[in-house]
C-alpha cells in the first residue's frame, strides 16, 4: 500500500522555498523564502546569513521534533517517510515554519523548549508544556492538517527506493 | 382429534387421542409414534411472507449510521480503517441473524451499530496513548479508561460505546441468551 497519487511525491524536491536533506530526511526554508513569507529579515537580527540558515535549521529540527512526539517511536521512520513525501504535509511545514519564525520574534518562541525552567534564586521551577514549543497557531496547524494524529490517515510502507530513485 | 395442518407446517403426527396416547405410553419408541404424514392438501394459508435471501450490505449502508468514520473510508479499499470494516461488517452479517431480524433496514442498522461498535473501540486501540502497545515507557496520565458510566455505575460488553448501547437495546431480545463464541 502506498500514500495517495493525489498526494504523493516520487522524490521530495528543492524549490525557492524549502530545500530537503536526504541525510537528516527534513525541509529547511531557505532565507529568502522566509523573508518573504514573513517580512522578517534574519539576516540582520541573526548578524550573517550563515547564522540566520543555521536559525531555521534549528526551527525545522524543533518542528519535526514536535510532529514525532505525537506518533509513538516504532513510526518515526514512517512519518519521516511521509512528511517528505506528501504534498500536503510539504505545504503544512511551509505553514508551520513562517507561523514559528513569527513566534520567535514576537517573544516567548520556542527557545522555551530550552529553558529549564529552575529559577535557583527563588527555588521555584516553572513547568514548560510541549504544547509551548510552538504557537497555539502552530498547533491549530498541525491539528487541521492531520499531523497530530497518533497513527496515519493512510496505510502505506516505507519505500527506501522510489522508481530508481532513493530516498 | 383432527385438524388441519398449515402450509407452514403441513405434518400430521400421532399421539393426540386417547387410544394413541395409551400406545404412546406402552411402546413410546413404536413405529407409530414417530411417523408423520406430510399433507398436500388441504392446508390452511400461512400469514406469513416467506423470508426474502439476506440482502446486500454495502459501504453506503454503513455511512448512514456510521458517519464519524467517513473520512476514514472515503477512500474506499485503500483507506486504512477498510480490512476493519470489512472484516467487522462480514462478522456482523452471520452474527445479526436474517432469519431473526427479517427486516432488511432494521438488519442493516443492527449489522452497522454492530461495525460501528468495534470500530470505535479499535480506534481507541490505535491511538494508545498511554503506550500500552508500545516499547515506549507507561504514560499512566493518558491511560484513559475507557468506560461509561450511567447514575454511577459502569457499562461493559455492548454498552461501554453509544452505537454498542443502541445495538443491544435493539437485538437483545435475540442476542442474550446466545454463546458468542467461535460458531456464533
Known sequence: ?167 | MSFIPMESNPYVTWGNSMNEMFLDLLNPFGYFQNLAVQVVSPLIPSYSEPLSDQPDYELSDFLVWGKPFEEYLNDGEDSFLYPLYYALTELAKIRVRWELVGHERIWKQLVSLYACHYLELHLQILKDEANRLSLNPYEKDKDYKYVMEVGGEVQDDFKMTHFGRMFWFIYKPYGQFSHWGINY
Open chain 1, 1 to 167: 500500500m502506498a500514500i495517495l497519487a493525489s498526494d504523493f511525491l516520487t522524490r521530495p524536491y528543492n524549490d525557492e522555498t524549502l530545500e530537503y536533506d536526504y541525510d537528516t530526511h527534513q525541509y529547511y526554508m531557505t532565507l529568502d523564502a522566509s523573508f518573504n513569507n514573513t517580512g522578517i529579515d534574519l539576516v540582520e537580527l541573526w548578524q550573517g546569513e550563515e547564522n540566520a540558515q543555521f536559525y531555521l535549521k534549528l526551527i525545522s529540527n524543533v518542528l519535526y521534533t514536535v510532529i514525532l512526539r505525537f506518533k509513538d517511536e516504532k513510526y518515526r521512520e514512517k512519518t519521516l517517510y511521509y512528511l517528505s513525501h506528501s504534498k500536503k504535509a510539504r505545504k503544512a511545514l511551509i505553514k508551520l515554519i513562517v507561523d514559528t519564525v513569527h513566534y520567535n520574534h514576537s517573544g516567548g518562541g520556542f527557545m522555551t523548549a530550552y529553558q529549564t525552567g529552575i529559577n535557583l534564586h527563588e527555588m521555584k521551577s516553572l513547568r514548560i508544556e510541549p504544547e509551548q514549543f510552538v504557537s497555539p497557531i502552530a498547533n491549530e496547524i498541525m491539528k487541521n492538517n492531520g499531523l497530530e494524529t497518533r497513527y496515519f490517515r493512510q496505510d502505506f510502507i516505507v519505500e527506501y527506493d522510489t522508481m530508481g530513485v532513493e530516498w
